[in-house]
């Protein structure tokens, strides 16, 4: 199960799980293109905001009414939100409606909780795991992340310390993927700037993330949780 599937990272993670033969149930608030639906392991795409509590409670209702008795084995927390205020400027400390930070962290926080309880039943029949997506701004200053969006990434590497704990006694491995600068829509021309500061001297590609998430959702990584692996060709070590 993946979370904001439509584009960049959650799109092409999507891609791979499929190239690779797992099948898979993906939500975004889009519908999914006609051509994205040809594909006979992509079970379903329920068109969802994870923002809105009653939206999400629907999503895990109808996935699990596809799932049945089956087993989940894996969930991965993409879907995520950097917002700006009116006036173009990064929710921060000193600026941007309070109401604003609660969007936030109600989509870069709360959602990946709920549905790891909402799917806690399945992701235990199949001895799952769970992948949060955190970000390089959780642990230091960036210059383009807002403080709500860091600080949000900041609580989810710290929940992912704790659903490993706490999951781990129904036989689910909770991990993260931190990414640095990825090159999506997302990404803005000022972004350039951040060039000479990662050692490998490039931007990574959404690829570089999902092939990390695959790894941790994977029987290749069956004794690895409470861990949250760098996706930033280096740029954490400055």
């Not at 599937?5 to 293109?33: M, V, Y």
């Not at 309880?117 to 199949?126: E, H, I, Q, S, V």
């Amino acid at each position: 199960m993946i979370t904001g599937a439509s584009r960049g990272i959650g799109h092409q993670t999507a891609r791979l799980f499929l190239e690779r033969g797992w099948q898979i149930i993906t939500c975004s608030r889009e519908e999914a293109p006609e051509e994205c639906k040809r594909d006979r392991n992509w079970t379903c795409h329920i068109a969802t905001d994870l923002g809105d509590a009653e939206s999400l409670e629907n999503f895990i209702d109808e996935a699990n009414a596809v799932i049945g008795d089956g087993p989940l084995h894996g969930l991965v927390n993409n879907a995520g939100m950097s917002p700006k205020t009116p006036y173009r400027e990064r929710l921060g400390c000193l600026n941007g409606d309070l109401d604003a930070w609660h969007d936030v962290f109600e989509l870069n926080f709360f959602a990946p909780l709920r549905l790891s309880r909402g799917f806690a039943g399945a992701l235990r029949k199949g001895r799952g795991a769970i992948v949060n997506v955190t970000s390089i701004a959780g642990h230091k200053i960036h210059p383009f992340a807002g403080s709500a969006y860091s600080i949000s990434k900041t609580a989810l590497s710290g929940l992912t310390r704790e659903m490993a704990n706490e999951f781990a006694e129904l036989g689910v491995r909770v991990n993260a993927v931190a990414p640095g600068e990825i090159e999506t829509e997302m990404i803005q021309p000022e972004y350039e700037m951040l060039i000479p500061r990662i050692p490998l001297g490039h931007m990574g590609a959404p690829e570089d993330v999902a092939k990390t998430i695959y790894y941790l959702s994977s029987d290749d990584s069956k004794y690895v949780t409470g861990t949250e692996i760098w996706v930033t060709g280096g740029q954490h070590m400055f």
